[in-house]
């Protein structure tokens, strides 16, 4: 069954005339009619379902007209609207955006308040019985995981998730649609799509990898093109024919929900209507679930069927009084190096432990998912017993995690287990009973039974699980290995989940224990150990994972280890921990490569110490840092939050120096005025391209978000701008860049003007009169300081 989604209230109520400024779902209360008439139109048109007008109905978009208190009376009356024009065969969902505000550590919102924002919109569109909940136009997967969580909270609904992707195939945060899909569809969404943002054509590919990932139908709703100005007016480039022509493609696709967003009409809905008439949905193979984990940008599978995967072990106190240490007293210095050099060692997953003793674990653990899952893009697995800092930890990562673990004491069952089907969270299984370690194969397969029958019971299902073969201590077990690798063949074949184990435990006592070791791993790999749990610093192992995999298949014809073994290639996984005593630059420059905030600071005061001119420090260290930053988000390899975190640790290193040497002046590289323009109260893009900007040295006016052109110009001679940035995210508001730039003109101000926003374009721009466009906040430090040069 393919279903038709509505097209753009905004597009309509743009063409009613509604003034910049106004809030879009007041009308909801002052012209019901108008809002009711626009349903209608779509109705007519042949939309199965319609949203309503409530978009920007949650409480933080409201506080910003001065209508948070009446957030649950103006969605109560949308919702009434459109129920009452869709009358019994028409769907109604219910329409929720974003907050316009960054969660944690992007920004300032935090993940509980998020949360109880999407729960209250949620509740109140639920309690006027909708037929959806629909999360629309998110390009934040961290925020997207809060709507989502609130709304299967708050209701019992179906709720469809759709995420906004640039021409990139990526959201501004960096998420792709296949992370997206997995995720989302871990945490329970029911139908996942994609909306605005792009045209047809953009998303086609992005609804293919979508519908390869998830079994959850699809949903998808384009705008009508990229927008362009024409007289003054914003105007959408794709005409009702052309769209249609896209229809037939997105349903083959995957797509069985399709419609409109930004620029489309009762028009266009009617035109997709009729090219999608007697069409059926796609039949999509469905592959056999496999257990995949995510972070925020990156996915990665672990299956028999596929190459080896290392979950890096070190990021555990125990037995490590220095990381313990640091770790009591709030530094993750140690642990942010860890995480960065395991994966330079091959890691392919981070456990993170922080099991000190004395200190409060839920905060310790919340701060290290938050700051390791900004620095790193490989999934994180949460190590801890105690169900509050697990808790802690899911809510702070940014995609899908491994709780590590999961036994069958009857206590871990009750309060883990819904964690996790909560949460999306995939489980390691630990064959461990109330009666303690099983010592035989037959018995950990029974206990491992019990875990899986109770995981089922809590709705986890295939997919969710890896299974810890357990290891015990030869010198103290003479059997401990053949029961081992009997327990790895026997979970393949009764099961068929992927395994995995620590390993370092069966040498304990031994002489020579990289040996029994590496020995050791070349065994349980040959069994089916899938993800082991160890050092990868350990070369010995790392030469017995190479090896392995040329006899086991997963490297064909051995290719990758001939060229290790002739000296021809360095393998990723064979590194040791890089070594620290390096040039000073060098590691400013890596510190702030990698975000390393705390560190960067002692670097550069050792620099100074050593007598290095600050402006050697900031051109061959800071500058250059950058500039290699700036080429990696170009290239798709590096993505915002890593952006963010090393603009934050070269904010740090120019503190540091004007600390030092406060008669030095390296922050004067111009002075910038920065606003979105009246009418608009989104500043997410605005907000980001301020902090990179002043992060980079130049000194920042930030007028805020719906600033009129008397404002921005008044602010532009008053400091004697050099430049004059504009934002515009909404299409009701873009033509109010032309009116703040001609006014700038007349006023005999010399500040360049740069403009951005997702709806902007450079063609847009170029028509506008400005002076360059930025489509992110790299592009435009850069075009900034090429401005003033």
């Given at each position: ?509 031994l002489p020579n224990r990289p040996l029994i070791n590496s020995t050791f791993f070349a065994m349980c790999l040959a069994a089916g150990l899938d993800a082991p749990i160890m050092n990868p610093y350990d070369k010995p192992m790392q030469d017995t994972l190479f090896a392995s995999a040329a006899l086991i298949g997963h490297d064909q014809n051995g290719r990758a280890y001939s060229l290790i073994a002739s000296n021809q290639a360095v393998p990723k996984g064979a590194a040791t921990a890089p070594e620290i005593d390096v040039d000073i630059l060098t590691a400013i ?201």
């Amino acid at each position: 069954m393919i279903y038709v989604f509505d097209g753009a209230m905004g597009t309509m109520l743009q063409s009613a005339n509604l003034k910049p400024g106004d809030c879009p779902e007041l009308l909801n209360i002052i012209q019901p009619d108008l809002i009711k008439k626009i349903h209608l139109d779509y109705i007519s048109s042949g939309a199965d379902i319609i949203e309503t007008n409530t978009f920007g109905g949650n409480r933080i978009k409201l506080e910003h007209y001065g209508l948070a208190d009446r957030t649950r009376e103006i969605n109560i009356a949308a919702a009434k609207i459109a129920k009452d024009a869709a009358g019994k065969k028409i769907k109604v969902a219910g329409s929720m955006g974003p907050t316009g505000k960054f969660i944690e550590p992007l920004g300032e919102l935090s993940f509980d308040e998020a949360y109880s924002v999407f729960f209250e919109q949620a509740r109140y569109l639920a309690e006027a019985e909708v037929d959806y909940i629909l999360i629309e136009t998110s390009i934040d997967i961290q925020e997207m995981r809060a709507a989502l969580l609130a709304a299967k909270t708050a209701t019992n609904l179906p709720v469809i998730c759709q995420m906004s992707y640039s021409n990139d195939g990526r959201t501004v945060t960096g998420t792709d649609p296949q992370t997206a899909a997995i995720t989302l569809e871990a945490m329970g969404a029911d139908i996942i799509g994609a909306n605005c943002s792009l045209g047809p054509e953009q998303l086609l590919p992005i609804i293919r990898i979508l519908a390869q990932n998830t079994t959850k139908p699809i949903s998808v709703q384009p705008n009508a093109g990229m927008p362009h100005l024409v007289n003054g007016k914003t105007i959408f480039p794709m005409d009702s024919t052309e769209m249609a022509q896209w229809a037939p493609q997105l349903i083959e696709a995957g797509a069985s929900f399709i419609g409109g967003c930004c620029g489309t009409t009762p028009q266009h809905i009617a035109a997709i209507k009729k090219a999608i008439t007697g069409l059926k949905a796609s039949t999509r193979k469905q592959s056999l679930p496999r257990l995949a984990l995510t972070s925020r940008s990156k996915t990665v599978f672990i299956d028999k069927d596929l190459p080896t995967v290392l979950i890096g072990e070190r990021i555990n106190p125990t037995g490590r009084k220095k990381l313990a240490a640091e770790i009591k007293s709030g530094s993750f210095l140690s642990a942010k190096k860890e995480a960065l050099e395991q994966i330079q060692a091959g890691a392919h997953i981070l456990d993170i432990n922080m099991g000190v003793g004395g200190m409060d674990q839920t905060a310790a653990m919340k701060k290290a998912i938050t700051e390791i899952a900004q620095l790193v893009d490989v999934p994180l697995a949460i190590d801890t017993s105690d169900a509050t800092a697990l808790e802690a930890g899911l809510k702070a990562y940014p995609g899908r995690a491994l709780i590590n673990s999961v036994s069958a004491e009857p206590e871990r069952l009750e309060t883990f287990l819904p964690l996790a089907k909560k949460y999306g969270a995939a489980i390691l299984c630990l064959p461990i009973s109330a009666n303690g370690v099983p010592k035989t194969a037959d018995e950990r397969l029974q206990v491992m039974e019990t875990i899986l029958n109770e995981a089922f019971e809590f709705g986890l299902k295939a997919g969710d699980f890896l299974l810890d073969g357990l290891v015990m201590t030869v010198a103290a077990e003479p059997n401990a290995c053949q029961e081992t690798l009997s327990t790895l063949r026997l979970y393949r074949a009764k099961f068929g989940y992927p395994s995995t184990m620590g390993l370092s435990n069966i040498s304990y006592g031994l002489p020579n224990r990289p040996l029994i070791n590496s020995t050791f791993f070349a065994m349980c790999l040959a069994a089916g150990l899938d993800a082991p749990i160890m050092n990868p610093y350990d070369k010995p192992m790392q030469d017995t994972l190479f090896a392995s995999a040329a006899l086991i298949g997963h490297d064909q014809n051995g290719r990758a280890y001939s060229l290790i073994a002739s000296n021809q290639a360095v393998p990723k996984g064979a590194a040791t921990a890089p070594e620290i005593d390096v040039d000073i630059l060098t590691a400013i420059k890596a510190a702030v490569m990698n975000g390393e905030k705390e560190a960067v600071a002692s670097l550069v005061e050792r620099a100074l110490a050593e007598k290095y001119p600050p402006t050697e420090i900031t051109e061959k260290a800071l500058t250059a840092a950058m500039n290699d930053i700036g080429i990696g988000f170009g290239n798709g390899k590096l993505f915002l939050p890593q952006v963010l975190l090393s603009a934050e640790a070269m904010r740090a290193a120019f503190l540091k120096i004007k600390e030092i040497l406060p008669a030095q002046n390296l922050q004067n590289n111009g002075t910038v005025v920065i606003a979105t323009v009246k009418g608009d109260i989104h500043d997410l893009g605005k907000n980001i391209v301020a902090a990179l900007l002043e992060n980079n040295g130049f000194q920042l006016i930030d007028l805020g978000k719906d600033v009129d052109a008397e404002t921005i110009v008044r602010k532009a001679l008053e400091y004697d701008a050099d430049i004059v940035g504009l934002c515009a995210l909404m299409t009701t508001t873009m033509t109010q860049i032309d009116t703040v730039i001609h006014a700038l003109k007349k006023s005999g101000s010399n500040a360049k003007v740069m403009v951005g926003g997702a709806v902007l374009t450079q063609e847009y721009a170029n028509q506008a009169g400005a002076d360059c466009y930025a489509k992110d906040g790299v592009v435009a430090v850069n075009l900034a300081k090429n401005l003033l040069k």
